[in-house]
């Protein structure tokens, strides 16, 4: 398919007439993805983990359904505190999983930042299970709570771990700032958390600004952002 941006979360190319695109970049992440464009839905992930010595990677688009020229999306934030799955959890901290409780009940946070590394994948492998089920789009960015062990304080994590920071993330969900498509917008995903030391704060580093700027300049003139 022509003209779908694909990125490695530094170079943004084009694919050409046949579908085809080639990213040089020098920034490895490890993860590609394809912005996918209007009128369209992926029909596995719309990223992939790029494997030492691959040379190819296909990404599957779908017609979506028409929707009359109406765009319906949903913004749900602080999953940790309600619970993902519309139930309240309660996180005990021996715990490497969120047991459902009552909406009565008192729940604790679920924090990938200030815990351990089994602990934290529980947390992650949980949601994975909750939004499995999910027919429609769904994307997600990180917040503080899903940048694992910063407050290194608390997590006893070290900040040499290979899942350290946001790497954790990109392992279960992907890249962590990227873009789509959908009724005529063009979205944009960003990860606002950066780390000074053992503490984490509000920021866009400079790394996603650049590539925001290779993103924009791809989007066809007319379109919203």
């Known amino acids: 398919m022509p003209g779908v941006a694909v990125s490695d979360q530094d170079s943004v190319v084009v694919t ?18 394809a912005s ?15 494997v030492d010595g691959a040379t190819t990677v296909d990404f599957a ?19 940790h505190r309600p619970g993902v799955g519309g139930r309240m959890r309660a996180c005990a901290p021996s715990s490497t ?27 992650y492998d949980l949601f994975q299970e909750q939004v499995a089920p999910v027919q429609v789009p769904l994307y997600t960015v990180p917040g503080n709570h899903e940048i694992f062990g910063i407050e290194r304080d608390r ?6 771990h290979p ?19 959908a009724g005529g917008v063009h979205f944009v995903a960003l990860n606002t958390v ?4 053992t503490r984490y704060y509000g920021h866009v580093d400079s790394l996603q600004l650049a590539w925001l700027e290779r993103d924009l300049a791809v989007v066809p003139s007319g379109t919203s952002w």
């Open 155 to 160: 997590s006893g994590v070290a900040a040499d």
């Open 163 to 181: 899942l350290y920071g946001r790497t954790m993330y990109r392992h279960y969900r992907g890249p962590d700032y990227y873009s789509f498509n």
């Open 61 to 79: 688009l779908q017609r979506a359904p028409a929707r009359g020229g109406r765009l319906t999306f949903v913004h749900a934030s602080d999953t």
């Open 36 to 50: 996918v464009p209007d009128g369209y839905r992926n029909t596995g992930a719309f990223w992939a983990t790029v």
């Open 194 to 197: 950066d780390i000074d030391d």
């Open 16 to 33: 050409g007439a046949d579908g085809v695109y080639r990213l040089t970049s020098a920034l490895r992440t490890g993860i590609v993805f």
């Open 97 to 123: 999983r969120c047991a459902p409780t009552s909406s009565s009940s008192p729940a604790t946070w679920c924090d990938a930042l200030r815990v351990g590394e089994v602990e934290a994948r529980g947390y």
